[in-house]
């Protein structure tokens, strides 16, 4: 018999996560950006966690936070109701729905508070995730980090009406 998968929790973010969230922030660049981004440009990247403002975006907007088994391996950031500031998931766990569990959450919770769309400074990696949930690109955009220069694309995705949204998807 194959041993069971655990299931993925969700939850708001807590302090006390801030030093995993980091941590998940850092891998997940190192590991998964490679192909788009210099070493140098990862780098810089990695460094917006030393800023206070990475840990202000946690705690002020509305942060979920993924878990297995209790520890996080993903969280997600909603900045100002419709822009998705920070969303980054363990590497260990890349491709295996984290990072939809949390972007849907995101969705339903967003659309219950009123927003008609969604936006995000998308890298290039994440770009197929995105365009998978239904986002289009808007524009290019070259965001300066240090002495560092990180391409990036702005994308949104419309949403429904609140009269048009049902509870499953």
Known sequence: MGQAVPKPGL?????????????????????????????????????????????????????????????????????????IALFHVHPAVAGQGIGTMLYDAVEKLAGARGATRLVAEVSDNAQPFFQKHGFQPQRRNTMPLGDEWLGTTTMEKRLAPPEDRTLSS
């Open 11 to 83: 939850r708001p973010f807590l302090p006390s996560d801030l030093p995993t969230l980091v941590e998940i922030f850092e891998e997940s660049i190192a590991e998964l950006t490679g192909e788009d981004y210099s070493e140098s440009q990862q780098e810089a990247w990695m460094a917006l966690a030393e800023d206070d403002s990475f840990a202000e975006t946690l705690a002020k907007g509305l942060t979920l936070v993924a878990t297995l088994e209790g520890s996080p391996v993903g969280f997600i950031a909603l900045k100002g109701g419709e822009q």
